[in-house]
C-alpha cells in the first residue's frame, strides 16, 4: 500500500477509536463572562467549598459525601426523563445552604440534552455540551417563579454557566462558578 492511503487509513482508523466531543459549537455561543467563569472555576470552587466549612456540620457532611462520589463517564448512559433537584450554594451570603428537593426534567430535543426545573422558586432551563468523558458544559438561563426564560446570551442576570458531572446512572450534578446571585457556587444535585 502506498504511503498517503496507508497514513489516510491510519488516521481514519484513530478518529474512530476516539470518543467524539463539543464540535466547537459551545464555543461559539459561551458569552465573554461566562468563558471567564469556566476559565476561573478551580479557584473560585476553591474557595466557595473553604467557606463551606463554616456551615452547619450536618449540611458540611452531605456536601463533602457528594462531592467524595466518584465521577463516571456520560458516554454509556442517557440522562433523559424527571429527576428531583436540588440546589446547594456554597460561600458567598452564607457559608452553605442545602435546599430541598424539586423537580426537574432533562429532555432530548435532537441536538442533545435540555434541562428545565419545573418546580421551586428559581428555575433554569439549559443545554449540554461536550467537554470531555466525564464532563459536561451547561449553559442555561436563570429566571424566577413563572417569569418567562431569557435566552441565553441575555445578559449577566439571567445567563448560567456550569460543568456536569455523573456519579453514577442515578446520580449526577452541575456545578455553577460564580454565579450572579448569593453564593461563590451553585452545585445542582440531581437524583432518579
Do not use: H
Amino acid at each position: 500500500m502506498p504511503v498517503r492511503p496507508l497514513l489516510l487509513a491510519l488516521l481514519v482508523s484513530v478518529c474512530v477509536a476516539l470518543p467524539a466531543y463539543a464540535d466547537g459549537e459551545v464555543q461559539k455561543l459561551i458569552t465573554a463572562a461566562d468563558k471567564a467563569r469556566l476559565d476561573k472555576y478551580g479557584e473560585t470552587r476553591k474557595a466557595a467549598l473553604e467557606e463551606a466549612k463554616a456551615g452547619d456540620p450536618a449540611e458540611v457532611k452531605q456536601l463533602d459525601e457528594l462531592l467524595a462520589k466518584p465521577l463516571v463517564a456520560f458516554s454509556d448512559k442517557d440522562l433523559t426523563g424527571n429527576w428531583k433537584c436540588r440546589t446547594i450554594k456554597a460561600g458567598g451570603l452564607s457559608p452553605l445552604i442545602i435546599y430541598g428537593w424539586f423537580k426537574c426534567k432533562v429532555t432530548d430535543d435532537g441536538s442533545g440534552w435540555r434541562l428545565t426545573k419545573i418546580t421551586g422558586s428559581q428555575r433554569t432551563i439549559g443545554r449540554f455540551f461536550d467537554d470531555n468523558d466525564k464532563r459536561a458544559i451547561y449553559l442555561g438561563s436563570f429566571s424566577v417563579n413563572d417569569d418567562k426564560p431569557k435566552p441565553y446570551g441575555s445578559g449577566p442576570e439571567s445567563d448560567q454557566v456550569g460543568y456536569a458531572f455523573r456519579n453514577s446512572a442515578s446520580e449526577w450534578r452541575i456545578e455553577f462558578p460564580a454565579p450572579y446571585y448569593e453564593s461563590k457556587l451553585d452545585i445542582m444535585e440531581f437524583k432518579r
